[in-house]
């Protein structure tokens, strides 16, 4: 090997390594972040943070009938559904950057 090839080889090492604080930093970022997700137009909104956790649910009084619990439940899953989408678009939009033309299968 000559020369240069271990020069290259600390120059590709030394990006890796900022690659993977900018990771983390992104990671840690998306861990504080919520996105709302919706359903009925808007009668039932749900708050998932960047872990996939629930941390809020709202329900309008409206939307709210005895006779028809099921119709609630649907909404509360599909405002559910929707933020955990949301969720996974902007993890996979944020982690992407940092994979993008390596071509690696399965990462984000």
Same mark, same amino acid.
């Given at each position: ?22 990771? !983390? &930093? !992104?990671?840690?970022? @998306?861990?504080? &972040?919520? $996105? ?9 909104? $749900?708050? $998932? ?14 939307? $709210? ?6 119709? @609630? ?5 599909? !405002?559910?559904?929707? !933020?955990? &989408? ?23």
């Amino acid at each position: 090997m000559r020369g240069g090839g271990m020069g290259n080889m600390q120059k590709m090492m030394k990006q890796m390594q900022k690659m993977q604080k900018d990771m !983390a &930093k !992104a990671q840690e970022e @998306l861990a504080v &972040k919520t $996105v709302e997700g919706t359903a009925g137009g808007g009668m039932v909104t $749900v708050i $998932v943070n960047g872990q996939k956790e629930l941390v809020e649910v709202n329900i309008k009084e409206e939307v $709210v009938d005895p006779e028809d619990i099921e119709m @609630l439940q649907d909404l509360v899953l599909a !405002a559910t559904n929707d !933020a955990l &989408k949301k969720m996974d678009d902007l993890t996979n939009d944020t982690m992407g950057q940092f994979t993008k033309g390596m071509n690696l299968p399965g990462m984000f």
